[in-house]
């Protein structure tokens, strides 16, 4: 054989190609056919991924729906807060009752809430976070009906109370339920559903004054206690939508059923089953298999070092939110404005919707940026921000009572300084002090410390409503706001040295950023993308 022929029989070293000889075994592989093949490959991976992207996309709105059902309770507690401070001054008319009464009709309502926020903690334990959203529904019918029909003011205070037992238990059990079934990477955001419905609430209250105030004394305040019942009545069919909190079914030893509320929350059955595996690992420890038999109350009233950081971090932010004043201002703008120089009823009412139009819009702004920006940006802006407004109110009153200002003046810097402070508060204080009191605590003992800092969230709102008007007549309304002032300031130094950053993590990494020895929150964000899980029970 020549070179030429063994290079034509050898493929030779041109790069053509090897050419077969007649009478062998041919095999050819088309261009087209191969093209047609990777291309048909492609577009199974990419329906894959498009399938997985749908899958994820579902699961995030299916979240959505049921964070926003979860969250509707807390439109009853915005509704009372806004309406009754436009109601309180046709009641006072229609009933006659004095400053004192009036004091604990708005106040009450907070005290007696603590009661439905100790019970909502054991009661979701035993019957689930789903049937107890669905309870507090319940009892604020109840209560609101009462209170619609009620003869004399004995009888309006009990139609209060029970709804304030509902609101305890709706407060409580609504940022425990989003925080269970949210994603880590939306938890945030979703968590601050409850304060954006009670902006909401608040908003439609005011409205609600303003559209019904025209209607004769006897009757309008009855109208408007009545429209409040409205948004309970969604709570019944969102029974149908909402699953159980599957760390509440993890602890009652129902795997399968908890499994299937993660994927389809997650919509990825690979991290479904790791967060179920990491959620096991928390109640497993919730439901006391190690050493540590102490009841829950117990290892709430004697912490750990380690709890007793969380308690501080959780009980100071809900004490805060109410001592810097906000209840008083939304409860009694009317009274604040009037003192600014604004005398019509009509006036106040529709100036009362300015400020609840400016807390619900930057609610909504603080439910953008929680998961961006992270929390303690935001409660520094916050809690900065609504010094210099409650200072600037106080200041502006002052000013305003002794003639050195215009009464046009005097009202503009009233009104600008009230709506700074609720934008202020609607940014920071508002939501995270509800996100971080439900994310921050194990799960062994979330349910119960949940509900002890609603509870001091509630005496504290309690306390200001219902000695704002004697404070005042004491020390004037600037005086009173001066106080919030200095204790807005104090809040700045807590939420620096005692708040931690939790954006991104998830429940178990956050009780893991507890156990850090030093404790330390100054002004740094603790990482923990090295903590394992093993770690938390060998601790």
Known sequence: MGLAEEAIGNGGGGGLGRIPRLGAKQKYIRMDAQILEETATGEESNNGMNKDSDR???????????????????????????????????????????????????????????????????????????????????????????????????????????????????IMIAPVYIAEISPAATRGSLSSFPEIFINVGILLGYISNYAFSGLSVHINWRVMLAVGIFPSVFIGFALFVIPESPRWLMMQNRVDEARLVLINIIGSEEEAAERLAE?????????????????????????????????????????????????????????????????????????????????????????????????????????????????????SLYLLDKGLVSTQAGIAVAIATVCGNVAFFSVGMGPISWVMGSEIYPLRVRAQ????????????????????????????????????????????????RYVPETRGKNLEQIEALFRDENGGCEGKEMELSDVKYEGIVNN
Not at 62 to 68: D, G, S
Not at 463 to 489: P, R, T
């Open 56 to 170: 994820i996309n579902e699961s995030r709105r299916y979240v959505i729906a049921c964070a926003v059902f979860a969250s509707l309770n807390s439109v009853l507690l915005g509704y009372d807060v806004g309406v009754m401070s436009g109601c309180i001054i046709f009641i006072q008319k229609d009933l006659h009752i004095t400053e004192v009464q009036q004091e604990i009709l708005i106040g009450c309502l907070s005290f007696i809430s603590l009661i439905g926020s100790l019970a909502a903690g054991r009661t979701s334990d035993s019957i689930g976070r789903k049937w107890t959203i669905a309870l507090a529904a319940v009892i604020f019918q109840i209560g609101a009906a009462i209170m619609t029909f009620a003869p004399s003011f004995t009888v309006l205070i009990v139609g209060r109370l029970l709804a304030g037992i509902g609101i305890g238990f709706g």
């Open 279 to 395: 959620i096991e690992v928390a109640a497993v420890l919730s439901t006391g298999k190690f050493e540590n038999t102490k009841t829950v109350w117990s290892e709430i009233l004697k912490p750990s070092p380690v709890l007793k950081r969380m308690l501080i971090t959780g009980l100071g932010i809900q004490c805060f939110q109410q001592i810097t004043g906000i209840d008083a201002t939304v409860y009694y703008s009317p009274t604040i404005l009037r003192t600014a120089g604004i005398q019509s009823d009509d006036k106040l009412l529709a100036a009362t919707v300015a400020v609840g139009l400016a807390k619900t819009v930057f609610i909504l702004i603080a439910i953008l940026l929680i998961d961006r920006v992270g929390r303690k940006p935001l409660l520094y802006v916050s809690t900065i921000g609504m010094t210099v407004c409650l200072f600037g109110l106080a200041t």
């Open 449 to 496: 410390a949940s509900a002890l800092g609603s509870v001091a969230n509630r005496v504290s709102s309690g306390v200001v409503a219902m000695s704002f008007l004697s404070i005042c007549n004491a020390i004037s309304v600037a005086g009173a706001f001066f106080i919030f002032g200095v204790l807005s300031a104090l809040s700045v130094a807590f939420m620096y």
